[in-house]
């Protein structure tokens, strides 16, 4: 929170009436609290309107969260000490219904009362057709219902917060008596006055009053919307001045196409299409601006860009500059320097490729290190050993970053460090993010899609099989591996978990080489915890088809190609999300050959994975598959996104709200061509400033 120096939001939150040592040192713990600012930005999630009451008997097994109101007939608490429940019966005119708790146990039957009236809001679950609310929010009923207190903010607590008073109502008791204190003065208004016009929001004050203690539905949503525009409006400003101060950071300039690139074009045994050729284009327009590069190029798994990223480190070799390659795993980086390599041999030219990885040590290491000073090697290609402070080059003119959600954005502006200027940097990533997320993460990238998949590709064909069908499946890679084909089976963990019964990799391992014994059928196995030198060792052996089934965890998941590979059974593939399981998927297909993935699963699944599982089976479109995914999981669980720490989004949803979104960026934009260092606005340039601050110290306590 901001514009704190006289206001006072700045006042510590432990002297706000009600609160106290005790419950200030819990709200900082559990919530971040410590000021009046950070009570204020903790908003209530929903409201209950205590008007709208629902009959027992009406609730169907459409019910969405609903309240109904009854006198409590019974509770008692069932089960063993292990696995306590609290089961309460709730009755009104028209029927009755279980209350359930799983949690809080202890709690609940305290506070209690038989024959009380209460109010219960919760979502029905329906067994055996009957419905029941596990957990829900209950509260006795005390009076009338009145007008000014018809909508109740509803905040989030958590165990700890309850056991110190601080459940929903503690702390919507707690912002009553901070309202009580605070004046309109106090809450400075950072969005510029134009911007308040022409997109007419309420102002900050008051939709913050409205938001704690609305009056009505209306000024809800009013408040609701300030406060979402406000937070992407903040978030946008920040990104578009980035992007503009990267704007202004002189690049390298690469004027000319020559042979390297030329040639390499020439020979290449397929036509490149159109998505990889525009994409080209841009990065050369970029490299000729005369300002740094700073692009992320999506593109779906097989999609190619591998050679475009290639083709982009030939551009600054033919303006007399190096290029390297940054990939997350040495599997990875191991295989990008065969594949350049291979690909650049038949070239006829002067092309030194070397590959550092954690492994390349002592005298290897120095002579690599020293040719790359001296500017013998024309490109580097590695992990992550790559940025170390000992790497130097002699001209680092283009670097090019791939499967981007492995890195920070700390360790991509590392590589900045590595020259005169900053190189130009290319991002490539595997993981498709909506175009609205996209631009809320990495809006200080410019983006390049590759939409197209190299001519010729079949589709995989994606099934779905439970566990008891495992022999058909067996028999199914049987009728691969006579086809002279390979296949990978994957596995969600290597030990069997305490808790849950999934299938484990090792017990996995057992059973595939009982049904495929040796030494007609040869099994290779990889995962994470194996070292470096075996994992590669067994990598190499499936690659040149010396075995046929790969066993492995998802440390294959990203960019190993092995183009003889047409079969992927994914074991337990409930227990993956949807970005994972289609990464997964993406490492068959590869070949001429019709490619298959199989999703076994348990046979009880939630609602959730059944959906996974059947947009697996509907699409292999990664982009449709990214705004599933997001809309199941929410933003901040998507692959990739998990870096980009908090943004600050409390109220605003990248998904829901993307209209307000867009206008907040256009607004955002719109201002910063009037005044572009916000030297007219200083409330706000104040107030991101203090924003970043934190951000930075709640970045430094995650990592
Ligand atoms: P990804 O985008 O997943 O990194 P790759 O760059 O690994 O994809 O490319 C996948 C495969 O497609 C590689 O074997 C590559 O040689 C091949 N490929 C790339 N571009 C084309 C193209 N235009 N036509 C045919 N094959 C291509
Ligand atoms: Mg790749």
């Not at 070397?354 to 390349?360: D, K, P, Y």
């Not at 080489?513 to 994470?528: E, K, L, N």
């Amino acid at each position: 929170m901001s514009n704190q120096g006289t206001s006072q939001l700045g006042n510590p939150i432990m002297y706000l009436k009600g609160v106290g040592p005790a419950k200030a040192e819990a709200l900082k713990k559990e919530l971040g609290i410590e000021t009046l600012g950070g009570l204020i930005q903790h908003y209530p999630f929903r409201y209950i309107d205590k008007t709208k009451v629902t009959r027992i008997a009406d609730i169907t097994e459409d019910s969405q969260t609903i309240q109904i109101k009854g006198r409590l007939t019974s509770f008692d608490v069932k089960g063993d000490a292990y696995k306590k429940r609290l089961v309460a019966t709730l009755a009104d005119e028209s029927g009755f219904v279980e209350l359930v708790w799983f949690k809080g146990v202890h709690y609940f039957k305290n506070y209690l009362q038989l024959n009380a009236e209460y109010l219960v809001f919760g979502k029905p679950n329906f067994f055996m057709s009957k419905p029941n609310f596990p957990h829900p929010d209950i509260e006795h009923l005390a009076g009338p219902v009145t007008l000014t207190n018809r909508f109740l903010p509803v905040y989030s607590s958590t165990e700890r917060l309850k056991t110190k008073q601080l459940d929903t109502k503690g702390i919507a008791r707690i912002v009553r008596n901070m309202f009580d204190k605070i004046l309109p003065a106090d809450v400075t208004e950072i969005i510029p006055e134009t911007v308040l016009e022409e997109e007419e929001l309420m102002g900050r004050f008051q939709a913050l009053k409205n938001i704690h203690l609305p009056s009505d539905e209306q000024s809800i949503s009013k408040a609701r919307e300030r406060l979402k525009f406000e937070e992407f409006f903040c978030l946008q400003v920040r990104m578009l001045q980035l992007k503009h101060v990267r704007k202004k950071l002189k690049g390298f300039i690469f004027d000319k196409v020559g042979d390297y690139f030329n040639k390499f074009y020439e020979q290449l045994p397929f036509e490149l299409t159109g998505a990889q050729k525009r994409v080209l284009k841009e990065v050369r327009m970029d490299t000729r601006s005369g300002a740094q590069m700073n692009r992320l190029l999506q593109g779906d798994v097989g999609s190619g860009k591998t050679i475009v990223g290639l083709m982009a480190m030939l551009m600054a070799l033919d303006n007399g500059f190096q290029a390297c390659m940054m990939a997350p795993t040495e599997i990875l980086a191991q295989q990008h320097f065969e594949n350049v390599k291979k690909m650049t041999k038949g070239l006829g030219l002067e092309l030194n490729v070397e590959l550092l990885t954690g492994s390349v040590k002592g005298k290897r290491r120095r002579l690599l290190l020293e040719g790359l000073e001296m500017g013998f090697i024309h490109i580097l290609i590695g992990t992550h050993a790559l940025i170390e402070d000992t790497v130097k080059f002699k001209d680092l003119g283009m670097a090019i970053v791939d499967e981007q959600h492995r890195f920070g954005v700390q360790q991509r502006s590392k590589l900045w460090l590595k020259s005169t200027y900053p190189p130009h940097v290319l991002v490539m990533t595997a993981t498709p993010i909506p175009r609205t997320l996209a631009m809320t993460l990495y809006g200080d990238l410019d983006v390049s899609v590759i939409d197209e998949l190299p001519p010729g590709r079949k589709a995989i064909v994606t099934a779905h099989r439970y566990e008891k069908d495992r022999l058909r499946v067996f028999g199914f890679m049987k009728e691969e591996i006579a086809k002279g084909r390979q296949v990978y089976i994957v596995y969600p963990l290597i030990e069997e978990s305490e808790h849950f019964n999934y299938a484990s990799l090792m017990e996995g391992y057992d059973s595939i080489t009982r049904a495929f014994p040796a030494p007609q059928y040869q099994v290779s196995i990889v995962h994470g915890q194996m070292h470096t030198s075996d994992k590669d060792f067994e990598m190499q052996r499936f690659k040149d088809g010396e075995t046929h089934i790969m066993v492995a965890t998802t440390v294959i998941e990203v960019g190993v190609d092995v183009p003889n590979a047409s079969l992927m059974v994914i074991e337990s593939a409930e227990r993956f999300g949807l970005s994972q399981l289609h990464q997964l998927r993406g490492r068959v297909g590869r070949g001429a050959e019709q490619s298959y993935c199989i999703l076994i699963t348990s046979y009880k699944l939630t609602a959730d994975s059944r959906k996974r599982m059947q947009t697996m089976v509907a699409t292999s479109d990664g982009f449709k598959i990214a705004e599933v995914d997001l809309k199941l999981r929410g933003p901040g669980m998507i692959q990739g996104t998990q870096q980009s720490g908090n943004i600050g989004l409390r109220i605003a949803d990248v998904v829901k709200d993307q209209a307000l979104l867009q206008r907040a960026r256009e607004a955002a934009a719109r201002l910063l061509e009037s005044d572009p260092d916000l030297e007219n606005n200083l409330a706000l340039k104040e107030f991101l400033a203090t924003q970043e601050q934190q951000q930075k110290l709640e970045w430094s306590r995650i990592s």
